[in-house]
């Protein structure tokens, strides 16, 4: 397959134009997205692309790339599958869009290839839906410097839709090959959001994240394949509305090493989790002046187990459960070390014990450090719910530790931390 070089700018900087667009510019083209304008039409790929610098990506070497028109990018191959489906993927029998879709945008069985390809496909999809640039809008792939790379959906529309409701995002790659081989940076950046579905896609709204093609590793962004991806625009994980970041190390998406924790969406009052896991993996993620922590499972398996962290003053919490005559504290839980709950499990359990000494700030992105099991696997929604107590001075609140989940169970799981003002 021929092979199209990617034009480096090293002069460009990687900042946003003066104005208040989150997408990055200033690198070259007549908008600043790039030279190349790869607006190639409805359901298509772009040839095979060079990558400026080599990637691992869930174990797989890559220098090279896929451009997708309908907002992601591929590795191996192309694809042009116009309705998302969720992650992870069965691999899809790409044939120009999803033709045998039912009317819910969902793939009849027969659309699905029984076991993966061995070059399997992987996407990172900043707005993986039906993009249609035919009637306006544009796709350009540009390099803000020899580390970086941008793929920037500027004003497109969705197949079938009114041509004046228009998207703009942007995908980054950087380089960061200076923490190890391989290694790199992706950063999602959205304008604007007009529209999330495409006339032929069964009302089946975006998808956004991250699939290694290997039906599972996955991650997958809160609001995808709903009406809610809109908020992608007016949230993030890094404090500035409309961007977020993750980390690759060692192939691996955050949430493998402590180093690189799963970061939350940012919300008024708290932080909100959304991430996959697998069973037996360890997930590090992080959540006034908190004196303890409710923990309650709103929807799913009841929780098996906890490990709360050390280094709070004798290492020793109060372990309250609700029963009919609200909290009840019924013994002490001992830092690191796994305390079972009774058979069955429990659905909420309070955790107290933290010094007003120890400052711990749960606004802060690295909090709290708590390991939980579950007694079945599937999907939880669930919320830590920090316990604040007034401080007269809290100028000097010390950084945080990172909060660790510790999951057993194989679920998608959804935490919201909220704060509770004693």
């Not at 691999?91 to 793939?107: K, N, V, Y």
């Not at 996407?123 to 792939?141: E, K």
């Not at 919300?267 to 997930?283: A, L, M, P």
Request: hydrophobic share 40%.
């Amino acid at each position: 397959m021929k092979k199209l070089q990617l034009a480096v700018l090293s002069t460009a900087l990687l900042v946003s134009a003066g104005h208040a667009s989150v997408m990055l510019n200033g690198f070259g083209g007549e908008l600043g997205y790039g030279t190349n304008d790869i607006s190639f039409g409805d359901d298509t790929s772009s040839n095979e692309l060079d990558l400026p610098f080599v990637i691992n990506y869930f174990g797989e070497v890559h220098d090279t790339f896929f451009i997708n028109s309908n907002g992601n990018i591929t590795f191996n191959d192309g694809f042009t599958t116009f309705t998302p489906q969720p992650f992870p993927l069965d691999r899809i029998a790409d044939g120009g869009g999803c033709e045998e879709c039912g009317d819910d945008g969902e793939p009849a069985p027969q659309a699905l290839l029984a076991e993966p390809e061995p070059d399997y496909l992987s996407m990172i999809a900043p707005f993986w839906a039906d993009v249609d640039v035919r009637d306006g809008g544009q796709i350009f792939l540009g390099a803000p410097d020899q580390n970086s790379i941008a793929v920037t959906w500027k004003d497109v529309a969705g197949y079938g839709l009114d041509s004046e409701q228009t998207n703009s995002f942007q995908l980054v790659l950087i380089n960061r090959d200076d923490t190890g081989a391989g290694n790199f940076d992706v950063e999602f950046r959205y304008d604007q959001i007009e529209w999330t579905t495409g006339s032929a896609s069964g009302g089946v709204a975006a998808q956004v994240g991250y699939d290694a093609g290997d039906g599972e590793n996955h991650f997958t962004l809160p609001g995808s394949r709903s009406e809610a991806v809109r908020d992608l625009v007016s949230t993030s994980n890094t404090g500035e509305d409309g961007v977020w970041r993750f980390a690759i190390r060692d192939g691996a998406l955050p949430g493998q090493t402590p180093l690189n924790p799963i970061m939350p969406v940012i919300v008024d009052g708290g932080f909100d989790f959304d991430f996959n896991v697998i069973e037996n993996e360890i997930v590090f993620i992080d959540p006034d002046v908190a004196v303890g922590y409710d923990y309650i499972v709103d929807q799913g398996p009841n929780i098996r187990s906890v490990i709360l962290p050390a280094g709070f003053d004798d290492d020793i919490y109060a372990l309250w459960l609700f029963g009919v005559n609200g909290w009840e504290e019924i013994g002490t839980i001992n830092a690191g070390e796994e305390y079972f709950f009774a058979s069955g499990g429990v659905n909420q359990f309070r955790i107290t014990g933290i010094d007003v000494d120890n400052a711990v700030d749960p606004e802060d992105l690295l909090a709290f450090v708590t390991g939980l099991s579950f007694v079945d696997a599937g999907q939880v929604q669930m919320r830590q719910v920090p316990i604040t107590e007034f401080v007269a001075d809290p100028s000097s609140v010390p950084g945080p530790q990172t909060l660790i989940l510790l999951v057993l169970a194989c679920f998608a799981l959804s935490v919201r931390s909220r704060k509770i003002t004693r």
